[in-house]
């Protein structure tokens, strides 16, 4: 079992950057293969990448490409979303997933979720 907490969210311009952090608790971080997920008011939790429990294979939304990163660190248990060029259609709470197979998109692929952090971009 693992449980997940968020941090970095806050409000931005437009062009502007943000960090979040998601810490795991448990010894067994290294099994899980982590993403992050997004959910605007009114609509529903979209996938924003995911990261394999090695680090070697990573997923990103169209939506994202080339702006975000997604990155883990599996001596301090903990995976990071750096977001770039933020757009004011990036307003989500983000939530931090996990769970043992890579690949998914679909929220009912993660098993694992965080409380979320919210995230408010402004024009």
């Known amino acids: 079992q693992v449980q997940l907490v968020e941090s970095g969210g806050g409000l931005v311009q437009a062009g502007g950057s943000l960090r979040l952090s998601c810490a795991a608790s448990?010894?067994?971080?290294?099994?899980?293969?982590m993403g992050w997920f997004r959910q605007a008011p009114g609509k529903e939790r979209e996938f924003v990448a995911a990261?394999?429990?090695?680090?070697?294979?990573?997923d990103y939304a169209d939506s994202v490409k080339g702006r975000f990163t997604i990155s883990r660190d599996n001596a301090k248990n903990t995976v990071s979303l750096q977001m770039n060029s933020l757009k004011p259609e990036d307003t989500a709470v983000y939530y931090c997933?996990?769970?043992?197979?890579?690949?998914?998109?679909?929220?009912?692929?993660?098993?694992?979720w965080g409380q979320g952090t919210q995230v408010t971009v402004s024009s």
């Open positions: 997933v996990a769970d043992r197979k890579f690949g998914g998109r679909s929220s009912y692929d993660y098993y694992y």
């Open positions: 448990g010894r067994t971080f290294s099994v899980y293969d």
């Open positions: 990261i394999s429990r090695s680090g070697g294979r990573i």
